[in-house]
């Protein structure tokens, strides 16, 4: 009797061994389907930042376009989209279309920060694309963007006329995000004094 005790513990040890590494892809396939099911818009990823002053941030323009650095001094007074962009990008050239139409409203401007990326390439980016930006700044070694609390690009900052960050958008823009997101969040940012 005993020897049959013996010989179905190691049976039963031997089927929990098993089955526990079932048990955890199941909990984790459970916690994976219950954060697509949830509806949450991932692109809005919290931020320490929001309502906090703007980083300050002074970084050198992009050689060959005439334009002046990221000075976050020029932000005040004035509605200023930050786009966080790079030439390696690919989500950066799907939402540059809508930056540009967006650099043709009179109440904001469009400042971009060019992250970590090389010169001849950021300034064949725009050349390509058409330039959105009436200020770049060059963050060759990322820093500023670590500032900026910068998860990844594209991202984009609306800084208000009080040179706080009212809100930010993680990925690239697309035409609902810039309609149900974006313009409202402008709207807001206009209206304050």
Partial sequence: MSTEMESARPKSRRLWLALLPLGLFMALAAIF???LLSGRDNSVVPSA???A???QTSLPPLDG???????STLFEGKVTLVNVWASWCAPCRQEHPLLMQMAQD???VVAGLNYKDRPENARRFLGELGNPYAQIGVDGNGRAAIDWG?????ETFLVGKDGRIAWKHVGPFTPDSIVTGLMPEIEKALATE
């Fill in 150 to 154: 910068v998860y990844g690009v594209p």
């Fill in 53 to 55: 002053e703007a980083p």
């Fill in 106 to 108: 009179p109440r904001i």
């Fill in 49 to 51: 930042l929001i309502g």
């Fill in 65 to 71: 376009t005439g334009l002046p650095g990221l000075d």
């Fill in 33 to 35: 389907l219950a954060q």
